[in-house]
């Protein structure tokens, strides 16, 4: 019996003994192209929002017959779950390249030693500052972002100049148009509230617009998020919220049904990313006649019109698994970050020099983002991961009838305080 | 080869009785019994092994592995740190925790009496009264229940959106203000029976299917003897078969309790758990401290929590049960 069970132990590890040789033969001796595999959010089509990813992982292996690319799409939020689960496992699982959003996330990854250190082979780039440290951690680059957004108000001209209203330059202007617009029976904003997201956009400008980089000295704990800056925006916001500013069902408006308030023109004003550029500008997406601008400067306010908030568009991050195929995976990036490869793209705003807007909007946006002095990275971007959704709900309860904002934001600066750590006195 | 080991176990049970006088027969009769037992129980052992292993690998490990991290402050990357009671402690104090508890009772609740008379109400229909019109009605009734979770999501959106939704529509198009103001996906007071009322429509299904069968098992002999006593209709189903179907509603009312507190996919796909925290569940919370907050620690203790809860209720729910059907 004891001899049976050993020749049968033998018999099911011989096919493991055999595999283990082949697998180390093919490892020693490697044939034909280097295989990058990529992990991407895009599904790689051709419509306006993918063209880009579609014709870089075409054109790429078109003119690097050496290098093979294997694409994942793995949509949203498959994208940040599967990547999250295999980092927490180790390197081995990992593709070498994924498409990353950087700051905080990317940082997360860099600490626990999962991503490669390409300062060396990545700083000498031609690219926007703001789009390089996006793709930073702690003095070391670790990716590109050859796309970079920026935060704005989408402005309908058509429904503007109909009602004789100017894009407004102040807080104070802006509320005369909404209650213009309000009595004309056109909803002032869309925002998509029910996602959570959505509505940080406009919250970050109005406590930039109240404090200026408040959210730098809460980041840095010279002050909390309860402090009298951000309570007084969340009152502004919630004002807003109560006044109908953002129609009648806020909460029960997802982000698409805002893009679809806004392509039909039932809204006005949009306060969102520069991403939206191309959809809002394709003729078979929207008839009407949109315009990007700053947000509003407020009375008395220490926030400028040039001060913007922005965010990683499209950008790739590169793994440890990466190291021993380090010559092809910066030839992927410095081909991503490319003029020719760039150009592809219909409407974001490009962080590398020499490529052109393709439209009025994407004109404008890129206008916006050259012109500014500071560039803040969205909150929920540059802030630890354990805190990031419970400052969207926060967020979100603003839009609450009746919540106490005060309140929420305490709530907010005890889980920050915590997690990050107390404010220094 | 079972049976033949079973039946050469019997053989040799016969000789110890037939040769008990004979000692030294009855030596070696005991001798290859105890070989054959010990044979048996090798091979029990080795039949056990396989799914013993599946079970230790993938659900009892994972069961272990879930309290340790329960008691850990884990991000998934980086080494662990023992916090003792923290991740339970903060659970409890953070208001998404308790709303989250809060919604799986509320919803345990309202599916044990909202979800299960109307399954016993159709499935008792739909076996009673057998016609042309009835049979079609068994396979649309379960229909919902087949569909995946994500399209019966999308079908619910489709009929509660607030800017176009059917309910909408509708109050538009009839002039019902009221019916048209109302917000069922936004509005704190009115999201979560909107998610509940899709769950009804899609949860349902199983429950009717469940009981149609219990009922039709019944004998039919029970049901002439009803009728001979006047007993028909929705009396029969009141003081007969009702009655009869206590230990299947109870499996009922431990399957949509369990449900309950794992449930995931439905408010999550319709609201996010959102407004605020209106349609929040266990589920939702657990992924949202796992996957988003990289909170491995806390999101295990929700973990631990459910399985904690879900026993619990299986054993009250089954408890004072002493026979069947």
């Known amino acids: ?425 | 080869m079972c049976d033949a080991s079973l039946r050469r176990h019997r053989l040799y049970e016969e000789e110890d009785i037939m040769k008990g006088v004979d000692g030294t027969v009855l030596t070696i009769s005991s001798e290859i019994r105890k070989k054959t037992l010990r044979d048996r129980k090798r091979f029990v052992f080795f039949c056990i092994l396989p799914a013993f292993l599946f079970l230790a690998l993938f659900m009892y490990y994972p069961i272990v592995e879930t309290f340790r991290l329960s008691f850990m402050k884990s991000s998934g990357l980086g080494a662990d740190r023992y916090v003792g009671l923290e991740n339970y402690r903060k659970l409890f104090a953070s208001e998404e925790f308790r709303q989250g508890l809060l919604h799986v009772f509320l919803w345990a609740f309202w599916s044990i009496i909202i979800q299960l008379p109307l399954s016993f109400f159709i499935a008792f229909s739909l076996t009673f009264y057998v016609n042309r019109f009835t049979k079609p009605m068994r396979a649309i009734f379960y229909l919902a229940n087949v569909l995946p979770s994500a399209i019966t999501a999308m079908l619910g959106k489709f009929v509660f959106s607030p800017t176009n939704g059917i309910l909408n529509s509708i109050g538009v198009k009839a002039g019902w203000k009221w019916l048209a103001a109302i917000d069922f996906l936004g509005d704190v007071h009115v999201a979560f029976w909107s998610v509940f009322a899709v769950a009804t429509w899609a949860y349902t299904g199983f429950p009717i299917i469940f009981l149609m069968a219990k009922i039709e098992q019944m004998p039919k002999d029970m049901k002439e003897a009803a009728e001979i006593d006047g007993v028909t209709g929705w009396k029969y189903a009141w003081y007969i078969v009702l009655p009869n179907l206590k230990f299947p509603m109870r499996i009922l009312a431990v399957l949509c309790t369990i449900g309950s507190l794992k449930l995931f996919d439905l408010p999550y796909m319709m609201t996010t758990g959102g407004p605020g925290y209106a349609t929040i569940t266990l589920g939702i919370s657990l992924y949202r401290q796992g996957f988003i907050n990289w909170q491995y620690g806390r999101a295990s203790a929700i973990g631990v929590i459910i399985l904690v809860l879900s026993l619990i209720f299986t054993v009250l729910e089954f408890s004072g049960h002493k026979e069947g059907g």
């Open chain 1, 1 to 425: 019996m004891r001899k049976h069970a050993l020749v049968l132990v033998l018999l099911a590890l011989l096919p493991g003994f055999l595999f283990a040789q082949g697998t180390k033969e093919t490892v020693a001796a490697p044939t034909g192209p280097v295989t990058l595999t990529i992990w991407g959010r895009d599904i790689p089509d051709t419509s306006s929002d993918h063209i880009y990813v579609h014709d870089l992982i075409e054109n790429f292996q078109k003119d690097n017959p050496d290098i093979k690319l294997e694409y994942i799409a793995l949509g949203d939020p498959g994208l940040a779950d599967k990547t999250k689960i295999t980092m927490a496992t180790g390197v081995d699982q990992l593709p070498e390249i994924i498409q990353s959003w950087g700051g905080s996330v990317m940082g997360g990854y860099a600490d626990a030693g999962r991503l490669l250190d390409l300062t060396e082979e990545l700083s000498a780039i031609p690219g926007s500052k703001a789009a390089q440290d996006a793709m930073s951690w702690k003095g070391k680059i670790y990716g590109v972002a050859p796309f970079f957004a920026v935060a704005g108000i989408f402005l309908n001209e058509e429904i503007f100049a109909k009602y004789g209203l100017q894009p407004p330059t102040t807080v104070t202007e802006m509320e005369k148009v909404c209650d213009t617009l309000l009595a004309k029976g056109v909803q002032p904003f869309a925002c998509g509230a029910k996602d959570k997201w959505p509505p940080l956009a406009m919250y970050m400008y109005l406590v930039n617009r109240y404090g200026g980089d408040a959210f730098g000295s809460a980041q840095a704990r010279k002050i909390g998020f309860d402090d009298a800056t951000f309570v007084k925006a969340a009152k502004k916001y919630q004002q807003w919220v109560s006044k109908g500013y953002f129609g009648d069902k806020p909460l029960g408006d997802a982000y698409g049904d805002a893009q679809q308030q806004m392509a039909s023109g039932r809204a006005a004003m949009m306060v969102t990313g520069s991403w939206m550029c191309a959809q809002f500008s394709d003729p078979t997406f929207t008839d009407q006649k949109l315009g990007f601008y700053a947000f509003p400067v407020l009375d008395g306010g220490v926030g400028k019109l040039t001060d913007v908030m922005g965010q990683t568009d499209i950008g790739f991050i590169v793994t440890k698994k990466a190291e021993a195929k380090k010559d092809a995976t910066v030839r992927f990036l410095k081909y991503a970050m490319g003029v020719n490869a760039c150009s592809s793209d219909p409407g974001r705003i490009c962080s590398v020099p020499g490529v052109p807007a393709k439209n009025n909007l994407t004109g404008m946006a890129s206008k916006l983002f050259s012109q500014s002095k500071t560039v803040q990275f969205w909150w929920d971007q540059d802030l630890p991961p354990a805190v990031t959704s419970p400052l969207n709900d926060t967020i979100q309860s603003f839009f609450l009838p009746g919540s106490d904002v005060a309140s929420a934001l305490t709530q907010f600066e005890a889980l920050v305080a915590d997690e990050v750590g107390p404010v220094k006195k």
